[in-house]
């Protein structure tokens, strides 16, 4: 090494990743590149004049966190938006709701997130008139958690042209009432679009999930900017949890160019992947006439398009998640078995064809029919493609039939985890999935250890702004879950395990394994200093841990105090 460190890191306990240095303690940072790493002695004598000098004082320092499943542009305008977390009854959301639209009056609707769908606390599914109860005057709407389910008072179905119900993609459903009218209850993206079309930013922020398409009309100048500055508010929170690096699972270009304007303006803190989003609604002709040509115009080191999402099906929590067989109780009335996003024949096509023009493939798939189905699709395009490195990717794997876990070793299927999701993560309710299941569909549901013991590779992530993009909450899901009793299998994770699958794995996952991921010399300089010695953490007690110091690229991102 020739040039004088611009920064130097000492007095901490590295966990590198690297086979040859597994342990260290400091590390030297010359332009975005990792010059040395090595004991304090050796690296600390390599400082000059000008050289930033950070003491870790003893705690853990790491490659960067990657969240490797997250929804950026949405997540950071819901750090504006009312959040409904842990509120139970109508009482309660009134408190909240009524101030909120009172200081927010400019807004054409009123829009909460993270309303639990147990969120009335009486068993009952919450409809317009629940919400006509709270704000009658004035559209009013709000999100499940996970993004699957739009509720929406009388006011807001009237503006979104709603009211009256309408046609929907496959999959999505407008819920109507007795009355004929719709009740409030929009399920999917094909549902709520127009819901979104009210919010601040137009449902600009959602179409890289609802469309995988641009915003049309295009937006203005002052819309661009307003986008800017939300997208960068969002990645200075991720930058705060110790993450440099993002793996988005919506897309389109427009969300690509406003990253790259970021960038050149210094002001994109993290590293982003980006999706070109195929639905089921599609022409498989979309692949290679708009997908090819948009993940070949950007593959730069901080901002790329490296894979393309679809869907397979919806969510447990709402009986839209693709099933074996129809759910117990009521919400298997009529046999439902979850709603179909693509057609096999279609999804098999789809797959083929992005596996055959080189993408990486990630499929959300929550129910073990929508695994099965999934796991069956890669292998097709395997049996017609040939075998290639594709590291194709599950996302969510909540539900599988045990007999489909061994499979994806077998093909060489990523599982993409989110150990907040579940309901042993703490984060929701213990006692929600549960019951939308079977007795027999628990010893594989969220079956994280069985997976990685089956010599699957896993990778660890929260598919913000589901749950918080919090890193530390997370590995406490993973390495403390919590212990639902009989029929629910011990699948707690090694804190080894868990930070691998939130950097090295992340990294490889990515195709970067030789550049990030490890602290070792030439490496990219994407680096996180924690509060403390992570090992010697009680793993209950994680969540007390803090980012102290983040860096990507070689540039101090955040820094605590």
């Known amino acids: 090494m020739t040039a004088t460190p611009d920064i130097?890191?000492?007095?901490?306990?590295?966990?590198?990743?690297?086979?040859?240095?597994p342990e260290a303690q400091a590390l030297a940072i010359t332009g975005g590149t990792l010059s040395a790493v090595g004991d304090n002695d050796g690296i600390k004598?390599?400082?000059?004049?000008q050289t930033r000098v950070i003491d870790a004082h003893g705690g853990t320092v790491m490659p960067g966190f990657i969240d490797s499943h997250v929804h950026l542009f949405g997540g950071s305008i819901e750090l504006s938006l009312l959040s409904l977390y842990d509120v139970e009854g109508l009482e309660e959301m009134r408190k909240l709701i009524l101030p909120y639209a009172a200081e927010n009056p400019d807004d054409d609707l009123v829009f909460c997130?993270?309303?639990?769908?147990?969120?009335?606390?009486t068993g009952n599914t919450l409809t317009r008139h629940d919400l006509d109860a709270i704000l009658p005057d004035r559209p009013l709407a709000m999100f499940a958690p996970d993004h699957h389910t739009i509720w929406a008072n009388t006011a807001a179905l009237e503006a979104a042209g709603l009211l009256q119900g309408g046609e929907v993609d496959a999959g999505s459903v407008i819920v109507m009432g007795e009355d004929g009218l719709a009740n409030g209850e929009l399920l999917e993206p094909g549902a709520y679009g127009p819901i979104l079309e009210l919010t601040r930013h137009k449902g600009r922020e959602m179409l890289g999930l609802v469309t995988g398409r641009d915003p049309d009309p295009a937006a203005t100048p002052e819309q661009r900017k307003m986008d800017k500055d939300a997208i960068e508010a969002g990645l200075r929170h991720c930058a705060e949890q110790g993450i440099t690096g993002l793996h988005l699972m919506d897309g389109n270009v427009y969300q690509l160019e406003l990253l790259n304007e970021l960038e050149a303006e210094g002001r994109l803190h993290c590293r982003t992947m980006v999706p070109f989003h195929f639905k089921g609604t599609d022409d498989l002709s979309r692949i290679e006439a708009e997908g090819v040509p948009m993940r070949d115009r950007f593959q730069g080191d901080k901002v790329w398009c490296g894979h393309m999402k679809m869907f397979i099906d919806g969510v447990v929590e709402s009986g839209t998640a693709l099933m074996l067989q129809p759910y117990p109780g009521k919400m298997g009335a009529n046999d439902n078995m979850g709603d179909e996003v693509f057609t096999q024949e279609h999804f098999v096509a789809a797959a083929t064809i992005a596996d055959r023009n080189g993408f990486q493939i990630a499929v959300h798939a929550?129910?073990?029919?929508?695994?099965?189905?999934?796991?069956?699709?890669?292998?097709?395009?395997?049996?017609?493609?040939?075998k290639r490195d594709s590291r194709h990717r599950i996302?969510?794997?909540?539900?599988?039939?045990?007999?489909?876990?061994?499979?994806?070793?077998?093909?060489?299927?990523?599982a993409s985890i989110q150990p907040g999701h579940a309901p042993i993560g703490h984060i929701f309710p213990p006692t929600g999935v549960g019951q939308y299941l079977h007795d027999h569909q628990i010893a594989g549901a969220y079956a994280w250890q069985d997976i990685r013991a089956a010599g699957a590779k896993v990778i660890f992530s929260t598919d913000w702004p589901v749950i918080p993009v919090d890193v530390m909450d997370n590995i406490k899901a993973a390495i403390a879950p919590l212990d639902l009793g009989e029929g629910w299998r011990d699948q707690?994770?090694?804190?080894?395990?868990?930070?691998?699958?939130?950097?090295?794995?992340?990294?490889?996952?990515?195709?970067?394994?030789?550049?990030?991921?490890?602290?070792?010399?030439?490496?990219?300089?994407?680096?996180?200093?924690?509060s403390e010695d992570i090992a010697i953490v009680p793993p209950p007690d994680v969540p007390r841990v803090e980012a102290m110091v983040t860096i990507c690229d070689g540039q101090v991102t955040f820094q605590r105090g």
Request: aromatic content about 6%.
């Open 8 to 21: 130097i890191i000492h007095n901490g306990t590295l966990i590198t990743f690297d086979p040859d240095m």
């Open 45 to 49: 004598a390599l400082a000059g004049p």
């Open 113 to 121: 997130v993270m309303a639990d769908y147990g969120i009335l606390g």
């Open 366 to 386: 929550i129910g073990d029919a929508g695994v099965r189905r999934t796991i069956d699709a890669y292998e097709a395009a395997r049996d017609a493609n040939g």
């Open 395 to 414: 996302e969510h794997l909540e539900v599988m039939h045990l007999d489909d876990i061994p499979r994806l070793a077998e093909l060489d299927i990523v």
């Open 492 to 530: 707690t994770q090694t804190l080894a395990d868990t930070l691998a699958s939130y950097t090295r794995d992340n990294a490889w996952v990515e195709f970067n394994e030789d550049r990030k991921g490890q602290l070792k010399a030439g490496m990219m300089a994407d680096v996180v200093v924690l």
